[in-house]
């Protein structure tokens, strides 16, 4: 199995931005954003994704945490696209749910080279430390438009600390079993014969 690696750099007058991604790793990653809340909650989607990650960001935090979120979302979701590739051999759908306390998120998936993002659900409070809590569903929309998925997310709780971040590992697990390799198929898997 060749490297299924990417390196994506995304430099604006709002952000600046470096991600490096392994898809096949051990979790491990480095993120500095400048949003503590958001650097956790990259932490832990490196970690229960089994990604490799790293991502440094320099963004414009004195205006809001917009940018910052919505950019590396961006080189997020291009780092996974690019890492990929023709998706051969993935597994290509999955579905997670996965609690945290009180809360429960709820993530479906399908690797099908078709942005599309939907959402359902509530954040209990506007804010988790300098995060602005609706920004977690516009982290997870940029992503999915810029890897190609289908991604459909629910959460439900009390805590938006718990909400988010059960949303963060829902996600990671989903997209580890939907990228991972299927030792019985050879072929990317649609009867179009590409994604």
């Known amino acids: 199995?060749?490297?299924?690696?990417?390196?994506?750099?995304?430099?604006?007058?709002?952000?600046?931005?470096?991600?490096?991604?392994?898809?096949?790793?051990?979790?491990?990653?480095?993120?500095?954003?400048?949003?503590?809340?958001?650097?956790?909650?990259?932490?832990?989607?490196?970690?229960?994704?089994?990604?490799?990650?790293?991502?440094?960001?320099?963004?414009?935090?004195?205006?809001?945490?917009?940018?910052?979120?919505?950019?590396?979302?961006?080189?997020?979701?291009?780092?996974?696209?690019?890492?990929?590739?023709?998706?051969?051999?993935?597994?290509?759908?999955?579905?997670?749910?996965v609690p945290l306390d009180e809360a429960v998120a709820s993530v479906v998936v399908d690797v099908s080279g078709r942005p599309l993002y939907e959402f359902d659900g509530e954040f209990s409070q506007a804010r988790v430390g300098e995060f602005t809590s609706v920004m977690a569903r516009h982290f997870f929309r940029s992503l999915s438009t810029h890897a190609g998925l289908t991604l459909h997310c629910g959460v439900d709780g009390e805590n938006a600390h718990h909400e988010i971040e059960a949303l963060f590992k829902g996600a990671a697990r989903a997209l580890d079993d939907a990228t991972r390799i299927d030792g019985r198929r050879s072929d990317t898997p649609s009867t179009k014969g590409e994604l």
């Open 1 to 97: 199995m060749t490297d299924r690696t990417a390196a994506v750099t995304r430099e604006t007058a709002e952000t600046d931005i470096e991600v490096t991604l392994d898809v096949d790793g051990d979790g491990d990653s480095t993120v500095e954003t400048g949003i503590g809340f958001f650097d956790h909650m990259l932490t832990s989607f490196a970690k229960h994704g089994l990604f490799d990650l790293t991502v440094r960001c320099d963004g414009d935090l004195e205006i809001d945490d917009h940018h910052t979120v919505e950019d590396v979302g961006i080189a997020v979701g291009q780092a996974f696209d690019e890492a990929l590739g023709d998706k051969r051999g993935i597994e290509r759908f999955a579905d997670r749910r």
